[in-house]
Structures are given as C-alpha cells and as structure tokens.
C-alpha cells in the first residue's frame, strides 16, 4: 500500500520563487495535514483540512496556501519562497475514529 | 486547545539499559495521546496509543506508555534499549470529540551506544 505519497522529495528554490508540494493518501481518509519541522521545534501545522470542501489554518500559516482538490489530495503552494521556509515538509492524512495520523516521507525544502 | 512538553532533547544511553523518555500534556478537554518514532531521513511512524480503557499501552518492539492523568504524563519507557532504537520520538496529543488537530512536542533524541 502507497499510503501517504509526497513529491518532490528534494527541493532547492530561489528566493522569490513559487512552487507546490503535493501530497496523495489512497486510504480514504477525511482530514489531510502539512506540518513543518525544524531543529529543536519538533513538528508545526501550516495548514489543514477536516474534510473535503474545508481548509483552515494551523499554528504557521504564513507565506503558504493550500488547496483540497479532492478527498485523495491536498497540496501546499508558496507562492514567493523566503529563506525562513527553508525546512522539511510532511504531509499526513487521518481517519474520522481516533485522529492517529499517517504521515508521508517528507519533502526536503531549500531556500537560497 | 492542547500543548505537549518534551523537556529532553537528547537521551544517551548504553544497549541493553533502560530508558524513559518524558512526556506532558496540558488540554483543557479529555485526551488522545501518541508517541510516534522518526529514523533518520525518514517520515513520522505511529509507536503507540492511548485511546481509552488501560492507561498502560505497549508498542511491539518493547515500548510500553502509561497514561496518568491527575500528572498529565504519557512517558514512553523500555527496559533494553537496542542500538536500532537510534531514533527521534515525538509525543502527541489531540482532544477525542469531534475533529481534533494532533499537536506535537519538540521530540527527544534516543541516542544508543555499544
């Protein structure tokens, strides 16, 4: 089973630049997430979606934009790429019973 | 809302000795609680859970968790440690009606050593 599947893995932006993350679960699951990590701050929410048709914004919202095209997918856009944005990205997904999220492989993210 | 506190960065500790990594919890609401597992370059991996009923719960590779809630902890504790234990934890907690956001402590480094 793919589970949670996240593209790019590896990403290297110029400041200023824009570029999307996808992320894709094949468990039917309601509610997606993205999370940032970085050293010493252990896992942050940008954003997330309870169901399909709904978006809110976690505890780092600032400088993305998400999108729940469709129950399977959820991608996060930065539309101009700062240094601060630097860091590793994961996607997850979690069913309605217990909130036990699956998270994907993560995407390793660059700004210069 | 729910916040998590993992006060150890970093644990060192030799194989085959025990290990207790710390977790507290703050909710104003009754709790879910989880540790996950991250190996290097790797995605989160759930470890264990409490949903409900015994507040100890265990992990198939020796892990074991007791929930106690007048302390509001969820220390994550194993008797040996194995080098392939080399890892980084992350505690969580979400509330348990409804939709409810898992929020995630800073994670603590289990490191292993011969």
């Known amino acids: 089973n793919a589970g949670v599947t996240q593209t790019p893995k590896f990403q290297v932006l110029k400041t200023g630049q824009s570029m999307t993350l996808q992320c894709a679960q094949d468990m039917n699951h309601n509610s997606m997430y993205w999370y940032r990590q970085d050293p010493g701050m252990g896992l942050r929410l940008i954003y997330y979606s309870a169901s399909e048709g709904t978006t809110d914004k976690g505890e780092v919202p600032n400088g993305y934009n998400v999108s729940r095209l469709n129950k399977r997918e959820f991608s996060l856009r930065l539309e101009s790429a700062a240094p601060s944005q630097t860091s590793v990205y994961f996607c997850a997904s979690s069913g309605q019973s217990d909130t036990e999220a699956f998270f994907g492989q993560g995407t390793r993210l660059t700004v210069v | ?114």
């Open chain 2, 1 to 114: 809302a729910q916040s998590v506190t993992q006060l150890d960065s970093q644990v060192p500790v030799f194989e085959e000795a025990p290990v207790e990594l710390r977790c507290n919890y703050s909710s104003s609401v009754s709790v879910y609680l989880f540790w996950y597992v991250q190996y290097p370059n790797q995605g989160l991996q759930l470890l264990l859970k409490y949903l409900s009923g015994s507040t100890l719960v265990e992990s198939i590779n020796g892990f074991e968790a007791e929930f106690n809630k007048s302390q509001t902890s969820f220390h994550l504790r194993k008797p040996s440690v194995h080098i392939s234990d080399t890892a980084e934890y992350f505690c969580a907690v979400s509330g348990n009606t409804g939709f409810q956001k898992l929020v995630f402590g800073t994670g603590t480094r289990l490191l292993v050593s011969p």
